[in-house]
């Protein structure tokens, strides 16, 4: 009998599962076959709706950063302490949310879970909107949409988690990097076009607040322009999307990660990257403020966390080209030279300091912090791919099965990582609020130096024991 006889013939998967808005059964991105005729175009088509949705989340989760900055100039009468809550307390539910998303994504499927992690988002804002023209809006209700808002921050983990089925192991950190890298741009897009959108009559649904000075603004609008944009991105989602049913995951098959050592050693990393992206992104427009106050801060505030995004996208792509631990290791020790760099140029006695100094050290450092997140995201699936694999032969079933846990880890571990870095949000403006500027700087650098030490010792040196 011919050898052609002898051999089971191929099952093939049902094109139409890879339509839009359906549940694929069958997904091999690492046969090269497959990529290139289907699962590259599929992938490519979920990531470019994953992107925008993902933006626009970040948008709600930041909205607070300059919305809380006017309520006093219209009449609310909140103290400076109060106002800073509710820039912090966003970061605290998004970054407690996005611990819960983590899980929940694979548990709900990855299509469904963002068009309605999306449009869930609508409720915050429309409250938000009518919130801010009546300057007798109790505390506790400001405070309350402040948290709601801070779920928005939560899809970041549920996103990227997300794509990174889609792509294969040598695409991973290109296209997480664009993923989270775009999406970050929200925090930039927020900052820089809410300044102009309350000040347009046009736009406005309601009544403007009148400033001290006789102008009019209509804070609504930083919400109300939002509400239309996060329906039609769900939708999107909903029927533009797939369902992985490899990613369909139970928690008792997640949970797992909290016994894995490189689950928290990576999480100290991304502390390091996104915590430091995000809390700086936070903080920086009231350090503009109080330490070189000639400087106008819807200037210069949204041009480092645009800059940081950004380099997430490249990060990730050297990172593919490099190898991740290289490129975090060069991204904490010019995070911590950028830093030492800002303390330089800060006032110090009868030295005005230098604003030039100190904004081009600070973007340097929202640089680096964008190539670190990019990097880091790449080490993630290659870790536990390796270590999981290790010592089996490819093609055998207990390989199938270990190459599927090391997805499934991987996803929990992009989403956990994430949730915690999130808190960097709250804890970095914090530091600076009850620590003196220059001392909470050194104590960043510190930190980063610690990072390099794991990266180094865990992931780059030789005989590393997961070399990444």
Known sequence: MSSATQQAPQVLADPAQ?????????WTPEDPAFWHSTGKKVATRNLWIAVPALL??????????????NLKDVGFGYSQSQLFWLTAVPGITGGTARIFYTFLGPMVGQRRFTALSTVVLVIPLLWLGFAVQDPDTSYTTMVAIAALCGIGGANFSSSLANIGFFYPKQEKGNATGINGGLGNLGVSVVQLLTPILITSSVLAIGAGQK???????????????????????????WFGQNDLKVAS???????????????WLMTWLYVGTFGSFIGFAAALPLLIKTTFPAYPVATYAWMGPALGALARWAG???????????????????????IIGVINFLPAGSDHGSFQGFFLCFLAAFFFSGIGNGS????????FRAQHLKG???????????????EIESG????????????????????????????????????????????????????AEAPS
């Open 249 to 263: 995951t139970p928690f008792r098959q997640q949970k797992i990660i909290f016994r894995r050592k490189h689950n």
């Open 392 to 406: 089996l032969t490819e093609g055998t079933p207990r390989y199938a099965a270990a190459l599927k846990q090391a």
């Open 316 to 338: 990730g792509w050297i990172a593919d080209k490099l190898g991740g631990a290289r490129v975090t290791i060069l991204s904490f020790v010019g995070m911590g030279a950028s």
């Open 18 to 26: 890879y339509r839009p808005g359906r549940t694929i059964t069958q």
């Open 376 to 383: 880091t995201f790449r080490q993630i699936p290659v870790i």
């Open 211 to 237: 400033k001290a000075n006789g102008s009019e603004i209509y804070l609504q609008n930083a919400a109300f322009v939002w509400i239309p944009v996060l329906v039609v991105l769900a939708a999107a989602a």
């Open 412 to 463: 929990a571990v992009t989403g956990f990582t994430a949730g915690i870095a999130a808190y960097g949000f709250f804890f970095i403006p914090a530091m600076f609020a009850n620590f003196s500027v220059t001392s909470a700087m050194w104590g960043f650098v510190a930190f980063y130096a610690s990072c390099v030490v794991v990266t180094w010792w865990f992931y780059a040196r030789k005989n």
């Open 56 to 69: 626009v989340a970040f948008v709600v989760w930041q909205v607070w950063s300059i919305t809380a900055t």
